[in-house]
T-cell receptor, first 116, second 109 residues
Framework: ETGVTQSPTHLIKTRGQQVTLRCSSQ?????VSWYQQALGQGPQFIFQ???????GRGNFPPRFSGLQFPNYSSELNVNALELDDSALYLC???????????????FGPGTRLTVL | SQQGEEDPQALSIQEGENATMNCSYK?????LQWYRQNSGRGLVHLIL?????REKHSGRLRVTLDTSKKSSSLLITASRAADTASYFC?????????FGAGTTVTVRA
């Protein structure tokens, strides 16, 4: 078990609604990354936050937005939900800029979002 | 789009046998990591191999990396029922992990 927690575990929304997912980083980690994993696929990078600033973004539209707080916890917000947004949303924490230093990312258990 | 591609997509083996899966990728990398995922839950980091390394071991795991062929392999020796999971390779370039679609491994008792 990593020290990364996510809430809620499961969520059901309808098309057009907005959703907020939450992530608490492992102690001592200042970087959080969010991933979307559709059924049967690998995780797709959404964005990364480092010390409260967005550090990079994948191919996701602006209706996917995020925040990182001073305690390094994070939120993922998705507006105007679409059916294709149904997926497992994973957050991962690490120290520093994980990619450049090759640091391991520690994943939370995920939030399963279903859009009807 | 996904950077890495695992092969095979699925693998079924008997307990005690070895399992080998391969990963190919497209662009240059800082390092490559392998993760395990049980039943659609969070990913667990297994092993990291840097671009200047060719082979790495961790317990029953052996990872190789061939940067000239842009490929990596993961070998699990003496498999156990608890090894039943999906395995993903992830390439690291700049700040992000890019995952393949994974190999689903089923270990039969």
């Amino acid at each position: 078990e990593t020290g990364v927690t996510q809430s809620p575990t499961h969520l059901i929304k309808t098309r057009g609604q907005q959703v907020t997912l939450r992530c608490s980083s492992q102690s001592g980690h200042n970087t959080v990354s969010w991933y979307q994993q559709a059924l049967g696929q690998g995780p797709q990078f959404i964005f990364q936050y480092y010390r409260e600033e967005e550090n990079g973004r994948g191919n996701f539209p602006p209706r996917f937005s995020g925040l990182q707080f001073p305690n390094y916890s994070s939120e993922l917000n998705v507006n105007a939900l679409e059916l294709d947004d149904s997926a497992l949303y994973l957050c991962a924490s690490s120290t520093g800029l994980a990619g450049a230093r090759g640091d391991t990312q520690y994943f939370g258990p995920g939030t399963r979002l279903t859009v009807l | 789009s996904q950077q890495g591609e695992e092969d095979p997509q699925a693998l079924s083996i008997q307990e005690g046998e070895n399992a080998t899966m391969n990963c190919s990728y497209k662009t240059s990398i800082n390092n490559l990591q392998w993760y395990r995922q049980n039943s659609g839950r969070g990913l667990v980091h297994l092993i990291l191999i840097r671009s200047n390394e060719r082979e790495k071991h961790s317990g029953r795991l052996r990872v190789t990396l061939d940067t000239s062929k842009k490929s990596s392999s993961l070998l699990i020796t003496a498999s156990r029922a608890a090894d039943t999971a999906s395995y993903f390779c992830a390439t690291v370039n700049d700040y992000k992990l890019s995952f393949g679609a994974g190999t689903t491994v089923t270990v039969r008792a």
